[in-house]
């Protein structure tokens, strides 16, 4: 099992930018497949992006693909989302999530959420 404490929301002007951080607890944080999620008010919650076990593979909604960037740092149990020329459309509760495997979606099943934190983007 693992634990999942999301840091590194705010707010923030258009345009501007974000790092948010994903702490995992345990010894097992490199067997996880990795990804950010985000829930905007009043709508369902969607997929943001996913990494790799070691980091060898990323994919990204098309609505962030060029804009942000994840990454993870194994040796400090750890996953990242870097977040540039914000848009107001970004607002939303930014989640991370783990899983075992990167399964035939990416994008869905995951097993563990954090609580979540909140990025507000304004105009």
């Known amino acids: 099992q693992v634990q999942l404490v999301e840091s590194g929301g705010g707010l923030v002007q258009a345009g501007g930018s974000l790092r948010l951080s994903c702490a995992a607890s345990?010894?097992?944080?490199?067997?996880?497949?990795m990804g950010w999620f985000r829930q905007a008010p009043g709508k369902e919650r969607e997929f943001v992006a996913v990494?790799?076990?070691?980091?060898?593979?990323?994919y990204y909604a098309d609505s962030v693909k060029g804009r942000f960037t994840i990454s993870r740092d194994n040796a400090k149990n750890t996953l990242y989302l870097q977040m540039n020329s914000l848009k107001p459309e970004d607002t939303a509760v930014y989640y991370c999530?783990?899983?075992?495997?990167?399964?035939?979606?990416?994008?869905?099943?995951?097993?563990?959420w954090g609580q979540g934190t909140q990025v507000t983007v304004s105009s």
């Open positions: 990494i790799s076990r070691i980091g060898g593979t990323t």
């Open positions: 345990g010894r097992t944080f490199s067997l996880y497949t």
């Open positions: 999530a783990a899983k075992k495997g990167w399964g035939s979606d990416p994008t869905s099943e995951y097993d563990y």
